[in-house]
Structures are given as C-alpha cells and as structure tokens.
C-alpha cells in the first residue's frame, strides 16, 4: 500500500458512510483533522481516539502517526438500543476492524472511554482525539478523564466544533482553542 495514495483516498471519503453530507459535506470527511495532524502532530504521537466509529480518523492517525489506540463500544450505549442503530453500530465496528486490522501500529479497543481510561498512565499519550457522545456531559467527562493522560506540551483535540454542545463545553473549559478546521476538529495544545 502506497501511504500517500492512501491518505488521498480518505481526503476523499465519508466519514460515516450512513451519514448524508447535508450542508455541512466537510464535517463528513477527513481533510481538516489531516491539517491538525500535519500543524499539531509529530510522527511518533501516541493517538487515543475516543469515538472511532467506521475507522477513517483512527487510519489517517495509523498512517501518520506512530502509535493509534482506537476505541469505541459500538453497541450497548443509549444511541444504540434500537434494531436498526444495534445493525449500523456492528456494521460500524465491523468495517473499522477491516480497514485497521491491517496496521500493526493500531489497537483497536471495544470499550467505554470512561472504563478504558485507567488503562492508560498520566502523561503517556500526545494526543487524545474526542469524537465520543455529543451530549455536553460526555463532553466535559472525557476532557477531565482524559486530560491527565495527556503529556505536558500535547495536543486535547476533538470533533464536531459546529455541534453547539461541543463547542460551548470546550469554551467553558478552556476559553478557546488554538484553532478550528475545515472539517469542525479544533485543538488545543497543552503548555509544558
């Protein structure tokens, strides 16, 4: 596989593929995290992403960055409970286990965040990425859980900065962010 052409190919794709593109067709793709990764990034970051859903940003992370914990429940949460949200959460889990089986340098981890943080050591990562629920309290409890596990001079980072739950938990937080892209990702990076 030729990692550029492959990083080119997801610039391209959906994010969800069951997710329509509406008026928002850039909050569906890829590009804008690729210019937080290349802005913020270094490539041997530690990535936890919270919310990987069909895998796109945890293979973008995978091809280009050195290490990628990918976790997600898919199923069992309250978004999930009905026939048809349980039949797209396997789906989901069973596409992103396709498209990252193939990197060594990911771990795919079927999980809550909440249960998988004390997995983890303070300042042994140099990123976490939020995309988990959008209600403002699963927001703010994986910033504060997560936080801490964030090496001094890393980067708090997430999705959906146009979701007004999103946005106005991580402004109550922290004031702003040190910048929004294309596709609603924002960052902050974390002072040494």
């Not at 329509?20 to 690729?34: A, I, S, T």
């Not at 992403?49 to 069909?54: A, D, H, K």
């Not at 949200?85 to 396997?90: C, G, K, N, T, V």
């Not at 859980?145 to 890393?154: A, C, E, S, T």
């Amino acid at each position: 596989m030729n990692k550029e052409s492959r990083i080119q190919e997801l610039l391209n794709e959906k994010r969800i593929s069951y997710n329509p593109d509406g008026d928002f067709v850039e909050g569906n793709r890829v590009r804008g995290l690729y210019d937080l990764i290349q802005e913020c990034f270094e490539p041997d970051f530690v990535v936890v992403e919270i919310g990987s859903c069909e895998g796109s940003s945890a293979e973008l992370f995978a091809l280009t960055c050195g290490k990628v914990y990918a976790i997600d429940p898919w199923e069992g949460v309250a978004h999930s409970n009905g026939p048809i949200e349980l039949a797209m959460s396997r789906q989901s889990e069973k596409t992103c286990r396709v498209r990252l089986n193939k990197y060594n340098n990911v771990e795919i981890i079927k999980g809550l965040a909440e249960e998988e943080v004390n997995s983890f050591k303070d300042r042994s990562v140099d990123a976490v990425y939020i995309d988990g629920a959008h209600d403002p309290a699963s927001v703010a409890k994986d910033i504060n859980m997560w936080l801490p596990k964030i090496k001094d001079g890393g980067v708090l980072c997430g999705h959906d900065w146009r979701t007004a739950e999103v946005r106005n938990v991580v402004l109550k937080m922290f004031g702003g962010v040190n910048k929004i892209y294309k596709d609603g990702s924002w960052a902050i990076i974390l002072k040494k």
